[in-house]
């Protein structure tokens, strides 16, 4: 039996453009196979992500506490680059564009779901205080919510105030904190994906998680 797309010809030699044809859709099956799964664990992702947050805006509404927000997404790079100045956003790393849609994709859902929180506070980089303006229009500067990564800041004394600052206020209170990867584990013990929030209630335990834009 001859092979798959391959023709005896009166000669019995192999046609070259039959060989060139099996080479080029030989791997294709399984790359599609790929590319289909991927879309459909996208696909599938959605409804999870939605219900994620609908349900820790649920947490948020009946009991209150503090929703911290890892900056959304950023370009590539781990920490700031050299020369990072604060008060100088040329000299951060800064959201992409896909962060800043993310960010006032959130703003927009939370507009649909008629919740405004008592107050918005960023860390002082400007990934941060982007992610806020994007997301809620206004902010307030929060030394406590800086990055303490690489040696930056002091993380005791900075997870000391939020904690006094949770404990505090009044029950019921809402506010957005919008701060970085290490102060949330630092706070809670979880790991945060770029986006993603965590809401805390007034002893800083971790109640519900979601991504920032469902």
């Not at 996208?42 to 805006?57: D, I, S």
């Not at 405004?116 to 002082?124: E, G, H, I, R, T």
Request: aromatic share 8%; hydrophobic share 40%.
């Amino acid at each position: 039996m001859n092979p798959p797309f391959q023709q005896v010809t009166a000669n019995h030699e192999t046609p070259r453009v039959c060989i060139l044809r099996r080479k080029l859709l030989g791997p294709w099956p399984a790359a599609a196979a790929l590319a289909l799964l991927g879309f459909s664990r996208v696909v599938q992702a959605q409804p999870e992500r939605k219900a994620a947050a609908v349900e820790l805006l649920r947490l948020w509404r009946q009991s209150g506490g503090a929703l911290l927000i890892r900056h959304a997404a950023t370009e590539s790079g781990l920490g700031d680059p050299a020369g990072f100045t604060l008060g100088q956003c040329r000299t951060q790393r800064n959201l992409s564009d896909a962060g800043k849609q993310a960010s006032q994709a959130f703003g927009a859902w939370l507009q649909t779901q008629n919740f405004k929180p008592d107050a918005v506070l960023s860390s002082q980089w400007c990934r941060c205080q982007d992610t806020a303006r994007l997301a809620f229009g206004q902010f307030e500067d929060w030394p406590a919510l800086n990055s303490t990564f690489a040696g930056q800041g002091d993380p005791a004394a900075q997870k000391k105030a939020l904690l006094a600052r949770l404990r505090g206020w009044p029950q019921g209170r809402t506010e957005v904190w919008v701060t970085h990867q290490v102060n949330m584990t630092g706070l809670t013990g979880a790991y945060p994906s770029m986006g993603e929030g965590f809401l805390v209630d007034r002893e800083g335990r971790l109640l519900a998680r979601a991504e920032l834009a469902p």
